[in-house]
């Protein structure tokens, strides 16, 4: 089959065989959006929904009905890495050397000469952005990143657009700090105190819980993955941010009930970026203990880890020292897969003997038509391609696709995409 797919739709650093991985000794994965993958509209037109029943109950000054205001397709107009300028009340997308390439406020698209009129004729966003630094609210912009943050981009702009239809009286300050309490109340169940159980905590988890198959696929192809990595010889491992009790349901949706059985080491709640940015005594182990509030046990040296148990949080060098004796080698090359592009592959990358590699979904988007997959988001309609655009008829590449190259050793599509290399 004649393979149609433009030519920018693609990464430098691809991994393209299965012997790149050969050197590493252990592979790890993030659980969302790697191991786990979401249907992806249906978990945006939800969280969306779950954001706009937040703002009403925990925020004040917006309409009760909100949530009948705006059209549901707008559900698709997340876009990975937009970024909204307090200074400006603009969300933009923007270009590898810091050029506005795509401009909206609220759902209006500016063109060419009004996008030159706020930003200059080089549409220069800010001098000082990077995507290292993607959320800079000293310099007035927050970007959103991965699926679980991109359905602040719609937030965001149906709230810029209630402000400019004079429904709401909110600063752009005030209206970002909203979007952080709807974000917050979303995710964040627990808290110095206690970890809250899923089925009782906000509107996102009791979702989920209510409708695992709806959000999650099941996917057998990701059991044989783990097991021919097994096969290989590689060492496995998960660390993610999602904690344990919401670890386990989605694990058990994605892989199956024995889905612990494949890893020699599980890290849930790890706080990526502290996981690769507060080593040894700062953060360490935890055993998952259901029967204390905040689900803590005990906290663990090296020689206390085992491959039985569910730990919390924790820290990469830890981890690696683990594996280090599981391994029997002075020393080993670690592999860790996920979708965060700064806090799973750009972090990890950072360390030596690790290698991150990212998982950027956009490059399965673009590669397939909309009516072979519903599960794509349609945000090419608004934003164009996730991997870059024109301006005054010369290309650009988006800055995070640039960023992703450069800071991460590989980028892979999707899991699937692994399972196919492993069959070559």
Known sequence: ??????TYVTASNLLT?????????????????????????????????????????????????????????????????????????????????????????????????????????????????????YRSLDKGYIGFHTYFDTSSVTLCAKLMELKLQGAINKTNEEIINDIITCVTSCYANYNEERCYRIADFGYFFPEVVRNTDKYIQKREDFRDILKQLKELDKKLFIATNSHAEYTDLIMTRS?????????????????KPAFFDKIEDTQKFYRCDYNSPTLKGKKCEV?????????????????????????????????????????????????????????????????????????????QKYWGSFFGGEINKVWYKNAWVKFAEGHSSFVLPLMKDLGRLLIK
Request: glycine residues 6%; negative net charge; proline residues 2%.
């Open 17 to 133: 065989d299965i012997s790149q991985l050969e050197p590493f000794d252990v592979v790890g994965f993030d659980a969302d959006h790697t191991l786990v993958k979401y249907n992806v509209v249906a978990l945006s037109k939800m969280i969306d929904d779950c954001h706009l029943k937040t703002i009403v109950k925990d925020c004040d000054g917006y309409p009760h009905n909100i949530s009948d205001m705006f059209d549901e397709e707008l559900s698709h107009f997340p876009f990975n890495g937009a970024t909204f300028d307090m200074n400006t009340s603009l969300l933009v997308k923007i270009s590898e050397d810091k050029r506005v390439m795509v401009a909206y406020k609220g759902f209006t698209k500016l063109n060419e000469n009004e996008i030159e009129n706020i930003y200059g004729k080089d549409r220069i966003f800010h001098k000082e952005y990077d995507v290292w630094n």
């Open 255 to 271: 892989i199956g009930e024995d889905w612990k059985s494949f890893f020699d080491f599980i890290a849930s709640n790890c706080g």
């Open 303 to 379: 020689d206390d880890l085992e491959d039985t148990h569910i730990y919390l949080e924790g820290n990469c060098k830890d981890l690696e020292n683990y594996f280090k004796k599981l391994v029997g080698k002075e020393e080993i090359n670690v592999a860790f897969f996920g979708d965060h592009f700064i806090t799973d592959a750009a972090l990890s990358d950072l360390h030596e003997n690790w290698k991150g590699i990212t998982i950027m979904e956009e490059l399965n988007h673009e590669q397939m038509k909309q009516e072979e997959e519903s599960q794509l988001l349609n945000y």
């Open 1 to 6: 089959m004649e393979d149609h797919t433009p």
